[in-house]
């Protein structure tokens, strides 16, 4: 049995054995000389982790997730504020219980979703630093090398993908722990097309759960930019490019989303998610702190100023609504009608079956002949000479003109079908959106909205800058239009009309709200949908102007 072991050292090469005594190699020898070439389940790589001083990292101004409020993230990218004095200031704010500093800090709770809504992780930033304060950075920051050649020794670093731990290691050091004033990354150089950083943020945030709709929507945005440029195509003898037009593109964003995530999404999602970046900046930073899903926030966009919109995102955050909830308040449950759907017949339900029945009659007399009509009235005037009837007659008018009254008193405004050819275009829904030289165009010439829509349609796509300036416009006006087309309920425009007495049939009429709404119309009637040639809308005031 001894003898037996003493050969299983000698041919495993065991220590101690002289190795002139073995005729061959040893297995360990055999598997220790294979090793370069054997498939072990991984290869080395160029990357590197290093320490690198937060100082020296600068963030990027293009990252679709925003961290930081939108006033002192321009302050940091203008060099105003560095990241250091940024995070101190956002301390400040949170100490002084403003709303946007505390979500972003997590020293503020967000809401629970309910079961139609997107799951929405806790991502508070003092959560983080505090699990890398105790567990470490367990995945380091993707950061580029940027080199000056005038100043070799102070190499600063662009961040790639990390932000969220960039800025919980300028938390804890701003809470006092220098040990975190260097951050672990991987260097890489970088490249010479940014696109490449870009694609693998896109990546990065399609992939995750917890992502905000806005930053959500800063990602789609940002791809459909790129592929506005991808999918153009040059006009044969011309030295123009014609772009793709908005459901094309939209399409291809949701396609291009695949590849990130697996999993499309159609393209009218893609055109509510780019909705939302018409919100105001400051909106938007609210929603993005509170991390709202698109559901909670698509019923924000039916509202028609910024101050609306804030303050109901602000009820949102504050009194944790979920989708179904902001729906319920922007679009409330219509009132039932009174007559069929309650079982019981009161006293008002009978009088207004019976002045609806006296509606219809009256209707039928006055479209009957002149002589027939002065008949009928004197015929009806005889059987109601009795005192009783008279009387009847009389209370009737009075009860008729109180409710009028009233009427006047609950609706301020007026719902009529007006021509599009009676409303002067709205030029203000479409002056932020252009340059000075071509706004003058429409201010110089007297044009409908048709011819305007005309002039923006091409401009779109003959001029790729213009088409980049336009697409705010565009996508609102695109989503009323599918709003309009399906028959979803939205707000009412509100016009002011003038009427010359000379000309007592015509009206013009001035769009007060609801601009996107009207140039909605024009867009679908572009595409030859007639229907919409009249828009529904609510008179506030007619003003009589008389000629000089």
């Known amino acids: 049995m001894a003898r037996r072991k003493i050969n299983i050292q000698r041919d495993l090469g065991a220590k101690g054995v002289p190795t002139g005594q073995a005729e061959t190699a040893s297995v360990i020898d055999e598997l220790a000389g294979s090793m370069s070439t054997a498939d072990i389940g991984f290869r080395p790589t160029d990357q590197r982790v290093y320490e690198i001083n937060l100082d020296r990292i600068d963030p990027d101004p293009t990252q679709p997730r925003r961290l930081l409020p939108h006033d002192l993230r321009s302050a940091v990218q203008d060099k105003s504020l560095s990241p250091a004095e940024a995070m101190r200031e956002l301390v400040l704010r949170a100490e002084r219980n403003d709303t946007v500093a505390l979500l972003i800090l997590g020293g503020k709770e967000k809401g629970p979703a309910e079961e139609d809504d997107d799951i929405v992780e806790d991502t508070g930033l003092l959560a983080l630093a505090y699990s890398i304060q105790e567990i470490g950075l367990r995945h380091p920051l993707n950061v580029y090398r940027i080199d000056d050649p005038e100043q070799p020794d102070q190499t600063t670093y662009r961040l790639g993908e990390g932000e969220r731990r960039f800025w919980a290691h300028h938390l804890l050091v701003q809470r006092g722990h220098e040990a975190f004033k260097s951050v672990k990354c991987i260097v890489e150089t970088l490249p010479e097309n940014e696109e490449i950083i870009h694609q693998r943020q896109e990546a990065e945030n399609a992939a995750r759960v917890d992502l905000p709709a806005i930053a959500r929507a800063r990602s789609m945005q940002r791809i459909k930019e790129r592929l506005n440029v991808e999918m153009g195509t040059r006009v044969p003898g011309e030295n123009t490019i014609k772009l793709p037009g908005q459901r094309e593109l939209q399409i291809a964003v949701g396609q291009r989303v695949k590849t990130f995530t697996g999993r499309a999404i159609g393209d009218r999602m893609v055109r509510n998610y780019l909705t939302l970046l018409n919100l105001s900046l400051e909106t938007q930073d609210l929603a993005e702190a509170a991390q709202l899903t698109e559901k909670q926030l698509r019923p924000v966009m039916r509202l028609k100023t910024d101050e609306e919109q804030l303050a109901l995102v602000r009820r949102i955050v504050e009194e944790k609504w979920s989708g179904r909830q902001v729906l319920r308040e922007v679009i409330p449950s219509p009132v039932k009608s009174s007559l069929r759907e309650v079982s019981q017949i009161t006293v008002e339900q009978r009088f207004e079956k019976r002045v609806l029945d006296a509606a219809k009659t009256m209707h039928s007399l006055l479209t009957l002949p002149q002589e027939n009509y002065e008949e009928t009235i004197i015929a009806l005037a005889a059987r109601a000479k009795d005192a009783k009837m008279r009387q009847a007659l009389q209370s009737l008018r009075q009860t008729l003109e109180e409710i009028l009254l009233k009427v006047e008193d609950l609706t301020s405004s007026k719902p009529v079908e007006v021509t599009l050819l009676s409303i002067l ?124």
Do not use: C
Request: hydrophobic share 40%.
């Open 425 to 548: 275009p709205p030029l203000q829904g479409v002056q932020r959106h252009l340059p000075t030289d071509k706004f003058e165009l429409f201010e110089t010439d007297v044009l409908t909205g048709s011819q305007i829509l005309d002039h923006l349609l091409e401009w779109r796509q003959n001029d790729a800058v213009l088409a980049s300036r336009l697409e705010p416009f565009f996508n609102q006006i695109e989503f009323d239009a599918e709003a309009l087309r399906t028959g979803e309920p939205m707000a009412l425009p509100t016009l002011k009309g003038e009427k010359n007495p000379k000309y007592s049939d015509l009206v013009v009429y001035e769009v007060e709200t609801g601009v996107s709404v009207y140039w909605a119309h024009e867009l679908l009637v572009k595409r030859g949908e007639s229907q919409f040639k009249t828009m529904k809308a609510e008179v506030v005031s007619i003003t009589v102007v008389e000629d000089d």
